[in-house]
Structures are given as structure tokens and as C-alpha cells.
């Protein structure tokens, strides 16, 4: 496991700064689901350990659900506190045994709620060709969260930059210290949000989170 304790920016990243990639368009649609799945896990001190463990269930649902039809997937999974934690890249698991076993295997690393370290991550780390990012294959990243991030401002601007990217960003908000305005700007306000009301009923949304990641 890599853990990356990335810089505290300060001030937001000028337009001028972001290079546009020739990414296939996460609006594309076909009968077989091609696609790049990030999933970053919040791993902040008000889940707790046992929470955490309902949200490693969820996406060990997910993945096998993912896995189970005609797809062509790539999936990789970071959690994320006071830093980021890489827990594997896209290209290092090809099946959902592999994925679903190394899930079980995160740990819970308490800390505060650095949404925008998360989201910078996955820009600048994940969603690379070194780590397993295909240019024909969209890219979806999926935010599990139970509160509002710690700093706001920079949660903002690094949504911007990972939206301006080319990713599918699908939010799925948990109790009721979830910011939902937050997350619907996080998700670009294109409807792919969703709020549970514990972590327990993460469940309910499984069929509406797989529907937006193929989409």
C-alpha cells in the first residue's frame, strides 16, 4: 500500500494550467460497458471501524455486480482521511476475485475528511497511462462520503480540474452530516448523486450507482 501525503495548495490552478486530453467521452454509449472505475472511500474519524466495513462491503458488491456482465472494466480503489492512501491502481487486478479480495484487505485509517487531496489524486496518479488508464475507455470515479470535506474551497477547485478531465464523477452521500450541495458540485451537477441514511443502507443505491458508472 502507498501512502501519499500530497502538498497543501492555497491557491486555486488557472485554466490556462489544464491540458485537455482526446478521452473518450464518458457519454459514449455501447452494449458492452468499457470503462476505467476509481472508487475513493472516505476514511475520515466519523465513519468508524465498523462503518468502514459496510463501505468496503458495498464496493465488493459493486465490483462483483460490475464483473458480472459483458464489460471490459479496469478498477482501482484509494482511501482517503487526513492524506490519500493508494490501495491499487487500475492495472493491477483483471478479475473480480482479485479486486473483491484485495478490498477486504484495506485498512481504516481515521483522520480528518481531505476530499480535495482525494480528487487531486485521482487526476494526477490514477487516471494515467503508467497506472492502467485506457484513452478508449471512459473514466468514472466513484465518492463515498459521510461528511463535508475540510477544506471546501480546495474541494471545489479540484473537482473542477478532475470534471474539466474528462471523469465521470458519481457521488453517493452517507447520513446526515453529508453536504449534498457539495457533493452535486463535486459530481458537476449532472445528477449523479445519491444519499443514504447509513452506511447500513448503502444497498438501496447499488442499482442506480451501477446504472450511472455504465451509462
Known amino acids: 500500500m502507498t501512502t ?21 467521452p ?17 476514511s475520515s474519524g466519523s465513519v468508524g471501524t465498523s462503518n468502514f466495513q459496510k463501505q468496503l462491503d458495498f464496493t465488493k458488491d459493486l465490483s462483483r455486480s460490475l464483473f ?3 464489460h471490459d472494466l479496469r478498477i482501482g480503489v484509494l482511501t482517503f482521511s487526513s492524506s490519500v492512501h493508494n490501495q491499487f491502481y487500475l492495472n ?33 496518479n ?6 492502467g488508464d485506457r484513452a478508449d ?3 468514472v470515479a466513484i465518492i463515498l462520503t459521510d461528511g463535508k470535506s475540510s477544506d471546501a474551497k480546495l474541494t471545489a477547485t479540484q473537482a473542477e480540474l478532475l470534471l474539466r478531465a474528462n471523469v465521470k464523477v458519481i457521488a453517493v452521500g452517507i447520513g446526515s452530516g453529508a453536504a449534498v450541495g457539495e457533493l452535486d458540485l ?9 444519499t443514504v441514511s447509513s452506511f447500513a443502507a448503502l444497498k438501496n443505491v447499488q442499482d442506480d450507482v451501477l446504472a450511472s458508472a455504465c451509462g
Do not use: E, M
Open 4 to 24: 501519499t501525503r500530497l502538498p497543501q495548495q492555497t491557491t486555486t490552478i488557472p485554466a490556462a494550467a489544464v491540458v485537455t486530453t482526446s478521452k473518450t
Open 26 to 42: 464518458w457519454t459514449t454509449v455501447s452494449n458492452v460497458c468499457k470503462v476505467d472505475i476509481l472508487f475513493l472511500l472516505d
Open 68 to 70: 458480472a456482465g459483458s
Open 92 to 124: 493491477r487486478y483483471t478479475n473480480a476475485q482479485d479486486i473483491v479480495r484485495a478490498i477486504g484487505n484495506i485498512p481504516y485509517d481515521a483522520g480528518s475528511t481531505r476530499t480535495d487531496l482525494a480528487l487531486q489524486y485521482a487526476r494526477t
Open 126 to 131: 490514477v487516471f494515467t497511462s503508467n497506472h
Open 137 to 139: 475507455a471512459p473514466n
Open 186 to 194: 463535486i459530481a458537476g451537477g449532472h445528477g449523479h448523486v445519491y
